[in-house]
């Protein structure tokens, strides 16, 4: 609830084209929305949203380091508030890089789990 008002959940429908740069030492990972309401149902509840691009490039700076830039151009659709979007614009960006961050560190471990990923 924000400002006395019900928010719904926001949902994406995306497709991942990831492409490797080897002399670049860099891997992008690029998501643009598409429509297929028919295969992929909005959710119960929530608004689909779009994106025209939402683009991951991960860039080899050491052995231990690795350099991330994040491009996202995101219509949430519907009407949410400014104090709403910003705290999303402020944390959505940590968030999902602290989530690499642990993925990564599965990996190094030799987690199953990663497996999945």
């Not at 959710?43 to 380091?65: L, M, N, Q, Y």
């Not at 471990?109 to 990923?117: I, L, R």
Request: glycine share 6%; charged share 35%; proline share 4%.
């Amino acid at each position: 609830m924000a400002g006395g008002l019900v928010v719904k959940d926001r949902e994406f429908l995306l497709r991942r084209k990831v492409a490797r740069n080897k002399g670049k030492k860099q891997v992008t990972a690029t998501y643009n929305s598409f429509e297929d309401d028919e295969r992929f149902p909005v959710c119960a509840g929530c608004v689909r949203s779009h994106s025209d691009v939402t683009r991951w490039i991960f860039t080899k700076v050491s052995p231990t380091e690795t350099r991330v830039d994040l491009e996202a151009q995101l219509d949430p659709k519907g009407s949410l508030s400014p104090m709403l979007v910003n705290v999303i614009q402020k944390t959505w960006p940590r968030t999902s890089i602290r989530a690499l961050e642990k993925l990564a560190r599965k990996k190094m471990m030799g987690d199953k789990e990663f497996e999945k990923w």
